[in-house]
């Protein structure tokens, strides 16, 4: 079994920054893709950022040049620095990893709980 967990959230004010850490945890072989998704209240769930085990990255185009995901696979972690938040990316923000728990297993989609970012003054 696999956890993803998630830490980083919380209260911030319009302008300023927050970095997100996601880490996995359990049965791991190697860790292929890995994103961030977020879903603010009463919205669909929607990706903001995803990257390859060799480091390529995708953005959402409206978070481009604000947003920057990053990986630690010595860690099994993954990281969404944030930075000039506004109101509108307040929302729920998870982590998914597609995750080979054994060499011969095919790879599996797994979720952490979420952490709460809220950009407020």
């Known amino acids: 079994q696999v956890q993803l967990v998630e830490s980083g959230g919380g209260l911030v004010q319009p302008g300023g920054s927050l970095r997100l850490s996601c880490a996995a945890s359990?049965?791991?072989?190697?860790?292929?893709?890995m994103a961030w998704y977020r879903q603010a209240p009463g919205k669909e769930r929607e990706l903001v950022a995803w990257?390859?085990?060799?480091?390529?990255?995708n953005y959402r185009d409206s978070l481009k040049g604000r947003f920057t995901i990053s990986r630690d696979n010595a860690k099994n972690a993954v990281f969404l620095q944030m930075n000039s938040l506004e109101p509108g990316d307040t929302a729920v923000y998870s982590c998914?990893?597609?995750?080979?728990?054994?060499?011969?297993?095919?790879?599996?989609?797994?979720w952490g709980q979420g952490t709460q970012v809220t950009v407020s003054s």
């Open positions: 990257i390859t085990r060799t480091g390529n990255t």
């Open positions: 359990g049965s791991i072989f190697t860790i292929y893709n």
């Open positions: 998914n990893a597609n995750v080979v728990e054994r060499a011969t297993d095919p790879a599996r989609s797994y």
